[in-house]
């Protein structure tokens, strides 16, 4: 009965308010001694941390092609335009005979199997194009986005974006990152 009486108090006893406290107070912190960073032996890097500013850079800063980095970018864009809310999957968006065309290349990374007239929530072809790294799921976003046949609509508004972000040194010349003209720095 004791054992049943404790359990019950404990139950219905009430709690304090949850409360998270972090180290110190303090809004500043500094680095003792040299503050250094393994950088590789050749290309180029930077390092910036939000709220802070640049830590350091490496190499030569010149734009070279970014490859499928690029896909962040598309990501960014069609969130700024579709943004979702946590738990949103967004609108149903079809697949078209390009992307399934796309997905029978054999030079590029690429979402095999889709079917034209198949759908997809927005959320599950972001997924396809930044963990698998779909360069026909980043074309097909770009033509939807746009609403037309061409991805020449949505590409301006990536340049667009860089600019607006500061990014001076970056040009887009395509939705996935496959063109070797879309460049960027690491700075950038």
């Given at each position: 009965m004791l054992l049943l009486a404790l359990v019950g108090a404990q139950l219905v006893r009430p709690t304090p308010d949850?409360?998270?406290?972090?180290?110190?107070?303090?809004?500043?912190?500094?680095?003792?001694?040299?503050?250094g960073i393994p950088w590789p032996a050749?290309?180029?890097?930077?390092?910036?941390?939000?709220?802070?500013?640049g830590i350091g850079t490496?190499?030569?800063?010149?734009?070279?092609?970014?490859?499928?980095?690029?896909?962040?970018?598309?990501?960014?864009v069609i969130l700024q335009g579709h943004p979702l809310k946590k738990g949103e999957a967004g609108p149903a968006i079809?697949?078209?005979?390009?992307?399934?065309?796309?997905?029978?290349a054999e030079d590029e990374s690429r979402i095999e199997g889709l079917r034209e007239g198949a759908t997809f929530s927005q959320l599950d072809l972001l997924k396809m194009l930044m963990i698998p790294s779909g360069n026909n799921v980043a074309r097909l976003l770009a033509r939807w986005d746009g609403g037309a046949d061409s991805e020449a609509a949505f590409v301006r508004k990536m340049n667009e974006a860089a600019q607006r972000l500061g990014m001076k040194d970056t040009v887009y010349t395509d939705p996935s990152g496959l063109d070797a003209k879309t460049v960027s720095t690491a700075v950038d």
């Open positions: 949850p409360a998270l406290r972090m180290g110190a107070e303090s809004s500043a912190y500094t680095f003792d001694g040299r503050f050749t290309g180029q890097g930077a390092v910036r941390v939000q709220g802070v500013g490496f190499g030569d800063a010149r734009p070279v092609p970014t490859a499928s980095v690029a896909k962040v970018m598309t990501a960014y079809g697949v078209d005979a390009k992307a399934v065309a796309d997905g029978r």
